[in-house]
């Protein structure tokens, strides 16, 4: 019992690792994106861009590219092949006997929130599981049954100043994503081992080992609102820099409140991430009703053949580069945030601002990284002659 009372002790004390003030923003009842539980069809997995890619649905150019696309920069490879190694352990066998906790759901919250933060976690939400979030295959065909209660959605930063100094679209752009994939999976498989051998089922979902889609998850933990980046959540903290993995566990938790920042009136006045997308993909229009959710049309085809298919880098995130909120910590740009949060009329100003200030182009001062591609087993500098698909 001694156990039990020291968390409810440290609970009540409201100290925490968060980075954040998440408590500074406005929290509603349901997620801002409208959605019809009742008309969401469960989503499977191999009907995604990256799949249809690899089938030569756009084409023998991108289907080529598809599975080389992350690998031929080494340092994105080097990142992928591990987010690939912890693959095999997103889930283990339970331990036999539970261990003594706290009945509060509140303290075993904060508790697994604090945990998350001590493996390197940026934020950290809970939620439910909605049942429309689980996917309904695996990637390899097999049907998902994943009747877990609640949800730990956990969200890596990118790296503003790699972000600051990138075009979106070079040849670091796939190795920012899967640092945060594999950073964010390695925290997820630790955290859902540890509840594990707390005596409660858990598992780690991440990049290659999703079993659930991660946007509804993201907003009704409260981590961000959908935005115009078609599928993409946008956190008022990190902007759409950031990738989530998720815990989903029957460990007694209590649940986040959705958040309500304004994004959606912004993204209505901005636009930066239609314009600047090179694929064109990314709708300049309004909202659409599409599988039980409203929000803005992406084309995925010509997003993943972007992604998959750039012969001048490695992926893209052309849209998180530029999107306004991606914005380094400073108090300035607290200050800021916090207004376009709380006072819709200067949201207009405040995007010419963005551009104005030079917000969204590259700053090569702080590259770091080496444009290397590997073309047919061979490392060459970026650009060189190439024979692969030529």
Same mark, same amino acid.
């Given at each position: ?21 998440? %408590? ?116 390899? %065909? ?62 780690? /979902? ?23 980046? %078609? ?80 012969? /001048? ?63 047919? %087993? ?13």
């Amino acid at each position: 019992m001694g156990q039990v009372s020291s968390l409810d002790k440290q609970f009540y004390q409201q100290v925490s690792a968060e980075p954040f003030p998440s %408590g500074s923003l406005k929290r509603v009842d349901r997620p801002t994106t409208v959605i019809d539980a009742e008309e969401v069809q469960r989503i499977d997995p191999r009907d995604d861009g990256f799949h249809k890619a690899a089938r030569g649905e756009y084409g023998s150019l991108v289907a080529r590219e598809s599975n080389h696309f992350v690998s031929k920069n080494p340092l994105s490879g080097a990142l992928s092949k591990m987010t690939k190694f912890l693959a095999a352990h997103g889930d283990d066998l339970v331990a036999g006997q539970k261990a003594p906790l706290t009945e509060d759901p509140r303290a075993m919250s904060w508790h697994i929130k604090e945990t998350a933060y001590f493996l390197r976690a940026d934020m950290v939400g809970v939620c439910e599981l909605p049942p429309y979030a689980v996917y309904s295959h695996s990637r390899e %065909g097999e049907p998902i049954e994943l009747d877990h209660k609640y949800a730990v959605a956990i969200l890596v930063d990118q790296d503003y100043r790699t972000s600051s100094a990138s075009t979106g679209n070079d040849w670091i752009s796939s190795a920012m994503s899967f640092r945060s994939y594999s950073a964010s999976g390695f925290i997820a498989c630790m955290l859902a081992d540890y509840i594990r051998r707390l005596g409660y089922p858990a598992r780690a /979902h991440f990049s290659m080992n999703y079993q659930v889609v991660v946007p509804p998850i993201l907003a009704w933990a409260g981590l961000g609102e959908m935005s115009r980046i %078609g599928n993409i959540v946008v956190n008022p903290f990190l902007g759409p820099r950031f990738k989530a993995s998720v815990v989903t566990t029957d460990l007694p938790l209590a649940v986040d409140r959705p958040i309500d920042f304004g994004l959606h009136d912004f993204c209505s006045k901005c636009g930066k991430c239609a314009e600047q997308c090179p694929a064109q993909a990314i709708s300049y229009g309004d909202k659409a009703v599409h599988n039980g959710y409203e929000r803005w049309p992406l084309d995925v085809r010509k997003c993943s053949s972007m992604r998959v298919g750039n012969q /001048h880098g490695s992926g893209c995130g052309t849209c998180i580069k530029v999107c306004p909120w991606n914005k380094p910590d400073t108090l300035l740009h607290r200050a800021v945030n916090w207004g376009v949060r709380s006072i819709p009329f200067i949201r207009s100003a405040v995007i010419k601002a963005d551009d104005v200030l030079g917000y969204g182009k590259p700053k090569p001062e702080y590259k770091w990284w080496l444009d290397l591609e590997d073309v047919d %087993g061979t490392l060459r500098e970026a650009g060189a002659a190439r024979s692969r698909g030529s």
